[in-house]
C-alpha cells in the first residue's frame, strides 16, 4: 500500500512537472535559435550593403565574414562656426572639404571584426542549436513589388521539428500546432521570399 502511495504521488507530480519542464526547455532553445537568426540576419544586411543582394549560400556567407572588409570613411576637421552660421550645415561642409578644413580619410576594417569580433564561431553559424548540425534553411531572391520594383529578399528558418527532438513527443506535437496556429509557419523564421521584409516571425 505504501509503495502504491509513493507511486501514485510520483506519477501525479510527474504529470504537473512535465509540461512545466516541457515549456522550459523549449523556451531555452528557441531564444538559442533566435540569437542565431539575429546574427545571420545582421551578416546578411551586411553582405547587402556590399553586393547589393543577400545570399542563399552560407558557405558565400562565411567567407565573406572572413575576409571581405568594410570601407570606413571618418572626417577629420571641424566646420568653422561662422560658416555654419553663413552657409548652413550642407554649404558649409562643402566649403570645408574643399578648402582642406576637413579631411576625410578611408581605412578598411574586417567584417566579422566589426560585426561580432574576431572570436565569433563563424563555422557553426549555419547549424540550428540543439539539433545534430541540421543547417538553417536559407534561400535568397527577388521579387518584383506592386510598383514595378525589383526588391531583394532572403529567408532563413528552422523548424520546431528539429529543434524540439528528443522532448516528450505529444507536448512538442501540440506545440508545434500552436505556434503554427499564431504564426503561420512551424517553426522560426526571419525574412520572406514573397515581399522585403526581415522581420522575424518571433518578433
Do not use: C, H
Not at 32 to 50: F, P
Request: glycine content about 6%.
Amino acid at each position: 500500500m505504501i509503495i502504491a502511495i509513493f507511486v501514485l504521488g510520483y506519477l501525479i507530480v510527474e504529470s504537473i512537472m512535465r509540461p512545466i519542464r516541457f515549456k522550459r526547455q523549449a523556451a531555452e532553445r528557441e531564444r538559442a535559435v533566435i540569437t542565431k537568426l539575429e546574427d545571420i540576419r545582421e551578416a546578411q544586411k551586411a553582405y547587402k550593403d556590399v553586393y547589393k543582394r543577400y545570399t542563399g549560400s552560407f558557405d558565400t556567407l562565411e567567407m565573406f565574414l572572413r575576409n571581405d572588409s568594410f570601407t570606413v570613411t571618418k572626417a577629420i576637421g571641424q566646420i568653422p562656426e561662422e560658416w555654419l552660421e553663413e552657409l548652413g550645415l550642407e554649404e558649409a561642409r562643402q566649403k570645408a572639404i574643399e578648402e582642406g578644413v576637413i579631411v576625410r580619410e578611408t581605412t578598411k576594417r574586417q567584417v566579422l571584426d566589426s560585426l561580432f569580433g574576431k572570436a565569433y564561431p563563424v563555422d557553426s553559424m549555419k547549424y540550428v542549436p540543439y539539433t545534430n548540425q541540421i543547417e538553417f534553411d536559407i534561400e535568397s531572391s527577388e521579387v518584383l513589388t506592386s510598383s514595378n520594383l525589383m526588391v531583394q529578399v532572403v529567408e532563413v528558418k528552422a523548424y520546431y521539428e528539429d529543434l524540439l527532438k528528443g522532448l516528450n513527443e505529444q507536448l512538442a506535437i501540440n506545440y508545434i500546432d500552436q505556434k503554427e496556429t499564431m504564426t503561420g509557419f512551424p517553426g522560426i523564421k526571419f525574412g520572406s521570399l514573397e515581399e522585403g521584409t526581415l522581420s522575424g516571425n518571433w518578433e
